[in-house]
């Protein structure tokens, strides 16, 4: 088997919102009263250690704000690690959730034709590959309009329809089901039925225990940023669903 993606002791920090809402007025009394305030950070991710073999299906399951999407960030690059290391081998589609990765400023167009430079598309595929991107997500008539005008729905429809149109040897989905309406949604579960059956490594963090209990192999269940059980599904989904009871 091959090792496609590797964690070691990854942890990250990130600055609070209290320092992300700026107020004037705190700031100059903060000023002058000669009181500096230490600028507070927060552990997200606490030494994260795993690895992914080629073609394995992995699900991340936890309870709100215990890093999920934090960790398929820093998998995918968009985030930078505090310290540790992250690596990952071959293509990895753009990260599935709301607007992420997107130029706001420029076409729909202009953004899959970036993602298909990016991900190697063929010159002489690219065309081909941009309308059914299109149709799939379902924006053609949005063709030319810039992403920062697409509402949040259509950027997430947008995102899923780049990251499976190319069948990358990495996928990382973030609550991928619950993009679009049912109709959408039906056409999203054919689509990942398809990847499924392939080679595809996929990431997937989902609140749907149903789904990963009937799509991954392996799961890991992350906890106020650390690994608190990784093993089969099933034995992860009842030691995380025994812990939400006791508690
Ligand atoms: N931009 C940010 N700046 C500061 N803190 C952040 C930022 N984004 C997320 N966090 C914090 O990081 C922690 C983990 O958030 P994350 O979104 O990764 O959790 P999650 O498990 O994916 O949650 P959910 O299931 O609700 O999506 C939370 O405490 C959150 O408040």
């Not at 942890?11 to 230490?38: A, H």
């Not at 299906?57 to 985030?79: E, F, H, M, Q, Y």
């Not at 299109?134 to 008539?141: C, G, H, P, T, Y």
């Not at 040897?169 to 398809?194: A, H, P, T, W, Y």
Request: proline residues 3%; negative net charge; charged residues 25%.
């Amino acid at each position: 088997m091959t090792e496609v993606i590797r964690l070691d002791q990854v942890t990250l920090y990130r600055r609070t919102q209290e320092e992300f809402s700026y107020d004037l007025k705190k700031t100059i009394l903060t000023f002058l009263e000669g009181k500096y305030r230490q600028p507070t950070k927060k552990l997200i991710l606490d030494q994260i250690n795993f690895t992914v073999e080629a073609g394995e299906k992995i699900g991340i399951i936890g309870a709100n704000g215990s890093g999920k999407s934090t960790l398929l960030k820093v998998i995918c690059g968009i985030l930078q690690p505090s310290s540790g290391q992250v690596r990952v081998r071959g293509d990895i589609a753009p990260l599935i959730e709301l607007g992420a990765g997107f130029d706001p400023e420029l076409s729909v167009i202009d953004n899959i034709i970036l993602y298909g430079v990016m991900l190697g598309f063929p010159r002489q595929e690219m065309k081909d590959r941009v309308t059914s991107i299109l149709e799939f997500a379902e924006l053609k008539d949005y063709a030319w309009a810039p992403v920062k005008a697409l509402s949040s729905g259509m950027t997430a429809r947008l995102g899923f329809a780049i990251a499976t149109d190319v069948e990358p040897d990495v996928l990382i989905l973030d609550e991928v089901l619950s993009v679009g309406d049912e109709s959408f949604k039906n056409k999203c579960q054919r689509r990942m039925d398809k990847l499924w059956g392939h080679n595809t490594t996929i990431l997937v963090v989902s609140h749907g225990l149903e789904f990963i209990k009937q799509s991954c192999d392996r799961a890991i269940w992350l906890d106020r940023g650390k690994i608190r059980f990784a093993g089969s599904t099933d034995e992860t989904i009842d030691c995380y669903l025994t812990s939400v009871q006791q508690s």
